[in-house]
């Protein structure tokens, strides 16, 4: 896909990145910070996992342990392998990849994940029928560009229960309707071969063998498929709502475009900043638990930087774009975003809906929920 415009923001951007790099002597990637806290969310899944599995003695204990599990498998994809499928995390080659393969552990697939995540959704940002992130089917309608169905008017109430099996059609579903296809949403790409493929394979061995294998011996088959529920269930809501507050709300725009639909009549940098709204940045405890994607402005922007760095990134952004007149788009706090969510949700199911697909940029720094 190409995008047309003026790139001089995005030089100057760049370099005013680089040059707070320089002058602060830290590196973007292979941060002593990010594998302290690689250990500490690989260790809690561990023990929570072996709890849940070889130690819990009631159901009271097994739904709490499922819960922190669900909390501990999102935290792997928000941290360790989102970092690790961007090359974000190291330097190393070798490491990114070890990195973006604990998604294989936790029942995705890291192959198909770089083509549907990095490739298409980077470059195709909220853009119907190109990135797939956006695209719910029949279930639901969040874009302005997408048909409307009847039963959209309640989509704002019954799509939240909906989140919850996100990753359950991920892990059963979703990955091998994509192999057996060639197409990720409606875009072909290509099938995994070689040693791609046999992570593939072998990550869903291992990934059937803990969900289901192991626990068998111990349990009944009804008591792990009720708690692996419970877990894919917390890990999808969770996984859902960072994607959704980031991109599928009030502020963001849908872009379309051109008839040959591989053009776009806006420069990159400045596609992502009309599509993509940061939210809850003050807040470092919930920073640290998504892995830094409330700064989803700054991880479009520069996606092969640690998410460690993104709040001193996001500084040097916010002023750039003031200076050059650029809107930055952001939501105070959590709250404000879920909420700017579901007015979207509720908007879009309405039988009628006038809704300008990118919105009229004006120098304001920032826009605020």
């Given at each position: ?101 604990t998604l294989d552990m936790v ?170 709204v940061d939210f809850a940045r003050g807040n470092r405890v ?84």
């Open positions: 896909m190409k995008f047309s415009g003026d790139n001089s923001f995005h030089r100057e951007l760049r370099r005013r990145v680089d040059a707070e790099f320089k002058r602060s002597g830290r590196r973007q990637r292979d941060s002593a910070q990010m594998y302290l806290k690689t250990a500490i969310i690989l260790a809690l899944f561990a023990l929570t996992y072996a709890a849940l599995v070889f130690f819990a003695t009631s159901g009271w204990q097994a739904l709490w342990l499922s819960i922190v599990l669900g909390v501990a498998t999102a935290g792997i994809g928000f941290n360790i392998m989102h970092d690790g499928g961007h090359q974000a995390y190291s330097e190393r080659r070798w490491i990114n990849r070890l990195m973006a393969m029942g995705g697939s890291s192959y198909i994940w770089q083509w549907k995540h990095a490739r298409f959704h980077h470059t195709w940002v909220n853009v119907a029928g190109h990135d797939s992130d956006i695209d719910l089917g029949v279930l639901g309608r969040l874009s302005p560009r997408q048909p409307r169905r009847p039963w959209h008017r309640w989509q704002h109430f019954y799509l939240w229960v909906l989140y919850g099996v996100t990753a359950i059609r991920w892990h059963l579903y979703g990955d091998f309707r994509d192999m057996i296809t060639g197409t990720v949403g409606e875009r072909p790409f290509a099938r995994p071969r070689g040693w791609d493929l046999v992570v593939f394979v072998a990550g869903k061995l291992a990934f059937f063998t803990l969900a289901f294998g192991l626990p068998l011996v111990f349990h009944s088959i009804g008591a792990v498929l009720l708690f692996y529920t419970v877990t894919a269930a917390v890990a999808g809501i969770l996984l859902a709502l960072v994607f959704q507050m980031a991109h599928v709300v009030e502020q963001a725009a849908f872009p379309e475009p051109d008839e040959g639909g591989q053009h776009m009549d806006t420069p990159w940098a400045i596609h992502q900043l009309q599509t993509t919930l920073s640290w638990l998504i892995g830094g994607l409330n700064f989803q402005v700054e991880h479009h922007l520069f996606p092969r930087i640690s998410h460690v760095h993104y709040a001193a990134v996001a500084r040097v952004v916010e002023e750039t774009c003031r200076e050059f007149g650029v809107t930055y788009l952001e939501h105070r706090t959590f709250a404000a975003g879920i909420a700017s969510h579901y007015r979207w949700l509720r908007r879009l199911g309405q039988p009628a809906i006038v809704a300008a697909a990118v919105p009229v940029l004006t120098p304001v720094p920032a826009v605020h929920g």
